[in-house]
C-alpha cells in the first residue's frame, strides 16, 4: 500500500517521508509542548507547596536512611566488639 506525500509549502513539493510520518512528530511535538506549558505552569503556580512537600520529604528521607545507616553502623561496631572481647577472654 503506498501512502501519499503531503505537501510540505504551499508550491506542492513534498517532504521526503511519507504522510504518516510527516504527521506524527508534529502531533507528539504540539502534544507534548502543551503538556510541558500544563506542569511549568503548575509548577510556577504552586511554587510554595512545591518548596514545602520537597523540605518534607527531604526531611523524611534523610531521617529513614540515617536511621539505616546508624542500625547498621551499630550492628558492626557490636559484632566488632563482641568478637576482641571474646578473643582477649578466650
Do not use: H, Q
Not at 509549502?9 to 502534544?31: H, L, N
Not at 503548575?42 to 520537597?54: E, G, Q, R
Amino acid at each position: 500500500m503506498k501512502s501519499r506525500r503531503l505537501p510540505l509549502f504551499a508550491s506542492g513539493e513534498s517532504d521526503i517521508f511519507s504522510g504518516p510520518v510527516c504527521i506524527i512528530p508534529i502531533v507528539c511535538t504540539v502534544v507534548s509542548s502543551t503538556a510541558v506549558s500544563a506542569v511549568v505552569s503548575d509548577m510556577v503556580s504552586s511554587a510554595t507547596t512545591n518548596a514545602i512537600l520537597s523540605t518534607v520529604v527531604s526531611a523524611i528521607i534523610n531521617a529513614v536512611v540515617s536511621a539505616i545507616i546508624n542500625a547498621v553502623a551499630i550492628a558492626i561496631i557490636n559484632a566488632v566488639v563482641s568478637a576482641i572481647i571474646n578473643a582477649v577472654v578466650n
